[in-house]
């Protein structure tokens, strides 16, 4: 079956740093994206890891781990504005029409003063 | 450049009401999206296309139905209305279905059936 997981919510305090796991089971994989989405807006793409390793982008830095399937969203110098879900969606299947995404529940973070 | 637009923005409707979601997107992509965003269950796709003059369900199709007639644009319809329906509509699009082409979202139709 298809399956994702994150936590539901994550508090952190601003300036710091904050990790968001999520983890999967897919029967296929070709790729993993992280989206961050405010309350009432579109989600918005942040980062994407198909190879092993980590790929970083300023304050966001995303990991990937394929033979554990488990990737990470790392967010420092935390800002208010950092507040906001973060959805893990990962693009099932090898290519072709059938290349969609399986999106997570999404981790609801909360920055706090 | 707009992206992706959808409308309307909100809709109130009535359990048996029949309504079009229209999307819109100018940045020439070939595939597009219709998901709905329900609390504790994630995005959810309900049907795709792969270019002009196709479709095709996606996990959670029934009760909807889409036409892609011009490239630009990708309708949603509900023929039917029922408040399990209600939810928050996002449209997406993205120019290859590969690599790093992550899909554009639209801003959402938040629909209520009643």
């Known amino acids: 079956g298809q399956n994702i997981d994150q936590p539901t919510e994550m508090t952190a305090t601003e300036g710091a740093i904050v990790q968001i796991n999520c983890t999967y089971q897919?029967?296929?994989?070709?790729?993993l994206f992280w989206y961050q989405q405010h309350a009432g807006e579109a989600p918005t793409f942040l980062s994407y890891?198909?190879?092993?390793g980590l790929e970083e982008k300023g304050r966001f830095s995303s990991f990937l781990s394929r033979s554990k399937g488990y990737s990470y969203l790392l967010l420092k110098e935390l800002q208010m504005k950092d507040s906001a879900s973060y959805l893990c969606?990962?693009?099932?299947?090898?290519?072709?029409?059938?290349?969609?995404?399986?999106f997570g529940t999404g981790t609801l973070l909360a920055v706090q003063p | 450049n707009a992206g992706v637009t959808q409308t309307p923005k909100f809709r109130v409707l009535k359990t048996g009401q029949s309504m079009t979601l229209l999307c819109a997107q100018d940045?020439?992509?070939?595939?597009m999206y219709w998901y709905r965003q329900d609390p504790g269950m994630g995005l959810r796709l309900i049907h795709y296309?792969?270019?002009?003059?196709?479709?095709a369900k996606g996990e959670v199709p029934d009760g909807y139905n889409v036409s892609r007639l011009k490239k630009q644009n990708f309708l949603l319809g509900l023929e039917s209305a029922a408040p399990s329906q209600t939810s928050v509509y996002f449209c997406?699009?993205?120019?290859?279905?590969?690599?790093?082409?992550?899909?554009?979202f639209g801003p959402g139709t938040r629909l209520t059936v009643l």
């Open positions: 997406a699009s993205s120019d290859r279905d590969r690599g790093r082409n992550e899909q554009f």
């Open positions: 897919t029967s296929g994989f070709n790729g």
């Open positions: 890891n198909v190879l092993d």
């Open positions: 969606a990962v693009r099932d299947g090898y290519g072709g029409a059938t290349n969609k995404l399986i």
């Open positions: 940045m020439n992509h070939e595939y």
């Open positions: 296309s792969v270019g002009e003059g196709t479709t």
